[in-house]
């Protein structure tokens, strides 16, 4: 039995793990798979009780010089 995947749902992302970002409490958030993610800031959730939309902030592109290319 071949089990039915629907590829139009999986997209393909890098598997480059997002950093989220609490632009109030300064609170970094790295989810280890995207639909852990989580929207709003625990603490201040849990401080301040407001949910604050975490945002993206991507790693720093500083990619390591030693590559296999060759
Ligand atoms: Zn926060």
């Not at 749902?9 to 109030?24: F, I, N, Q, T």
């Not at 300064?26 to 800031?41: D, E, M, Y």
Request: charge should be positive; proline fraction near 11%.
């Amino acid at each position: 039995m071949v089990r039915q995947m629907r590829s139009h749902d999986v997209a393909h992302r890098p598997g480059v793990a997002k950093l989220l970002h609490c632009p109030r409490c300064g609170l970094s958030v790295a989810p280890r798979v995207h639909w852990l993610a989580i929207k709003h800031c625990p603490r201040c959730l849990a401080r301040r009780h407001l949910a604050v939309e975490l945002v993206p902030r991507e790693p720093p592109a500083r990619e390591p010089a030693r590559s296999a290319f060759g």
